[in-house]
């Protein structure tokens, strides 16, 4: 079984050195997978310039967080500005599935392998296993393929950003802004009585 080089990219994720140690406990009984480099991303242009370069380096990128975020900070909605700008193939997208949270994905990409993983240990610990493996070419060992992975037919479905929707629908002012308001007006009352008496 050839040695699988591997990237881990840390994307907005909270709970890394918890990760990190779950994914080392992982790859201690992977003889056949080796971690060559870690990244931290805070934004979605951090993540993209990290992300080109783990793509450089390693056959199989883990992109740990970001699931959740709404809008362009969502990481599938990232990647999939990354893999049309850079030009790159799809070949596969399968939803991971997480039984108490947002799903992961493992996409294939020419030889390469992307898996995005939620920012949570516990899913991980669960979600990465042979199970997941036996998905990876460069890991295969011709096992047939069961859960917790399945066919994903929406490739990048970003999260829905519903930050408009919320605004929209919460029209309840809190006090401050009510005593800002009140303030504002009084002043400028206060204003227009003052330049209107110094004009009669």
Not at 47 to 62: G, N
Not at 81 to 109: C, H, M, P, Q
Request: proline share 3%; aromatic share 8%; with cysteine.
């Amino acid at each position: 079984m050839s040695v699988t080089d591997c990237s881990i990219v840390y994307y907005i994720a909270y709970k890394t050195g918890y990760i990190q140690r779950s994914l080392t406990k992982k790859f201690r009984t992977m003889t056949d997978i080796t971690v060559k480099s870690g990244y931290a991303a805070v934004s979605v242009q951090d993540l993209q310039q990290k992300f080109r370069r783990a793509m450089a380096e390693s056959e199989l990128v883990i992109v740990i967080g970001g699931l959740s975020a709404s809008g362009e900070s969502n990481v599938m909605t990232a990647l999939s500005d990354y893999f049309t700008r850079a030009r790159l193939d799809v070949s596969s997208n399968k939803r991971v599935v997480n039984e108490t949270g947002e799903d992961g994905y493992l996409i294939a990409t020419g030889k390469k392998y992307v898996l995005v993983l939620p920012d949570d240990p516990e899913a991980v610990g669960r979600m990465f296993g042979t199970e997941l493996l036996k998905n990876i070419n460069t890991s295969s060992d011709g096992e047939e393929i069961t859960e917790p992975v399945r066919n994903h037919t929406v490739v990048f479905a970003p999260e829905p950003d519903d930050g408009l929707d919320r605004l929209k629908t919460d029209r309840r002012l809190n006090p401050v802004t009510i005593i800002g308001i009140v303030i504002t007006l009084t002043v400028c009352a206060a204003a227009a009585i003052w330049i209107f008496g110094l004009y009669r």
